[in-house]
């Protein structure tokens, strides 16, 4: 099984709003990460976990908090958004965070900042 | 800071051809290639990878072929069919497991 499950699948909001969205693997990974897509671009990568310990931030606003509660779960706060972060947010795992292990990803949250 | 970059946005082939899709990489320190197909609405789906020890690698009807002496990478689709119509990425492993992904290249098999 290489599922990556995130919710919700559509979520609007405004820019005063907070939440948060939630991805979730089963298959014993220890690397989790959080992608930004815009429509027609890649994949951008905004952070990685490893080991439940945030490894990697690719200088990624405060407005966006991310969150590690435990091996299978990965959450990312939003507060106070902007409309430029609409975007499609991906979440990944991975094994380890190791530069031969094979990124798998969940089928994202569009997000919509009014 | 370097990127991984591909040659043609759009590709189209009719239902049967065989599909080539080209990618060129700039770090040549980059020991890892992937290739994701993303169909419309859905995130990216693994297809093949290669490590940079080997130059082609065979999965179901998909060959990928690494050429570490012009930096380029292709993914070969044999007898496309309708489904695999999607946005084709290249991505490279940087240092840690830092994934950089090509601009994409849109497949569109005619039937």
């Known amino acids: 099984d290489t599922e990556v499950t995130q919710t919700p699948k559509h979520l609007v909001m405004g820019m005063t709003n907070k939440k948060s969205l939630k991805c979730e693997q089963h298959?014993?990974?220890?690397?989790m990460y959080w992608y930004k897509q815009k429509a027609k671009k890649p994949p951008e990568l905004m952070f990685v976990?490893?080991?439940?310990?945030?490894?990697i931030n690719e200088s990624v606003p405060s407005r966006f908090s991310p969150e590690c509660p435990n091996s299978s779960l990965l959450n990312l706060h939003l507060h106070a958004l902007q409309p430029e972060d609409s975007a499609l947010y991906l979440c990944?795992?991975?094994?380890?965070?190791?530069?031969?292990?094979?990124?798998?990803f969940g089928p994202g949250t569009r997000l919509t900042v009014l | 800071g370097e990127s991984v970059g591909l040659h043609l946005p759009t590709l189209s082939v009719q239902e049967g051809d065989n599909s080539i899709i080209n990618c060129a990489y700039s770090?040549?320190?980059?020991?890892?290639f992937i290739w994701y197909k993303q169909e419309s609405g859905k995130g990216p789906q693994f297809i093949i990878d290669i490590r940079s020890n080997m130059d082609k690698r065979q999965g179901q009807r998909v060959t990928v072929l690494l050429n570490k002496t012009v930096k380029h990478l292709s993914l070969q689709i044999a007898a496309t069919q309708p489904g695999d119509s999607a946005v084709y990425f290249c991505a490279e492993n940087e240092y840690g497991n830092k994934l950089v992904f090509g601009a994409g290249t849109i497949l569109r098999v005619k039937s």
């Open positions: 298959m014993g990974h220890r690397a």
């Open positions: 990944a795992s991975s094994p380890l965070e190791s530069a031969t292990d094979t990124q798998y």
């Open positions: 976990y490893s080991y439940e310990k945030l490894s």
């Open positions: 770090n040549s320190a980059s020991d890892y």
